[in-house]
């Protein structure tokens, strides 16, 4: 009789060790793939919204909605209320990056307000909950916001933009609340981002960036100092931003998209010191 022979331990072990060899080689590609798929996502989505705000300004004689809808009770979510009928929700929702799919609870006084890798929450009028991890450039209401009622002249108003390249026009993009109207001088305090000496950095990115720039100012995708953000510009483009390059869209009609350059150390108070900031890429 022919004695059936098994693998011996040896044999085993160099089984073993070559398939974890294979996954420790495989594991960065398939994360970065992951990651890859999920920016193909998120920047579908907005292409999605570009069609929706396109929608909207035709049927709105070319005037992109105002804040003047008191359903929302905030200047900051009253283009939902305006674009609500247009956008799907529930399973097929764009209204959430894949980066951005748990809902933390950050507690006072964010107010529902989302992070870097967690959407913001609203309360619909009829008591739902729905969240959201985009945000809209207040910049491009058609009339006065009321704590931007003394400069109105930068507002856009409407899609066909006039006095800027439209793909320099930001229109919606990641964000960590419904809505903010970046500028260097103006109410409250001026336009900076503070010290951010924590690793990892910290998922509350509302508390983590001063003024209007800070809803959007997160490292959400990209990786190494090319970190940032999709945008939806104007011409319907969608691309990646970096962190610091927000600072140089044209975010109002009168947006100095170079004050960066000379305001630097105001703005990123980190500039030169080794903090998180300091890493990332200038380089557009």
Known sequence: MRQKKGFTLIELLVVIAIIALLLAILMPSLKKAKQIAKDVVCRSNLKHWGTIWAVYTNENQGLL???TNPIFNGIRRDWIAALREDYPTGQDS??????AAKYVDFGSPNNGRGGINSPYKNI????????????????????????????????????????????????????????????????????VMAAMTEEPLPENGFTSVYHGIRQFAIPRHGSS???????????????????????????????ETNRWRTDRATIWPGDGTGIWMDKLSEDF
Not at 94 to 99: D, H, R
Not at 153 to 164: I, M, V
């Open 124 to 191: 619909m009028p009829n008591g739902t909950e729905e969240l959201n991890s985009y945000g809209m450039n207040l910049w491009a209401y058609s009339k006065n916001c009321v704590v931007f009622d003394s400069i109105g002249e930068k507002r856009w108003g409407r899609l066909e933009a006039t006095g800027a390249s439209r793909n320099t026009i930001p229109l919606f993009l990641d964000s960590t609340f419904a809505g903010a109207a970046p500028h260097y001088d103006g109410y409250w305090d001026p336009m």
């Open 225 to 255: 100092t090319k970190v940032g953000i999709n945008v939806l510009f104007f011409d319907n483009s969608v691309r990646h931003v970096m962190v610091k390059e927000i600072w140089s869209l044209k975010w109002h009609k009168n947006f």
């Open 65 to 67: 909605p105002d804040p």
């Open 94 to 99: 764009i209204s959430q990056c894949p980066n």
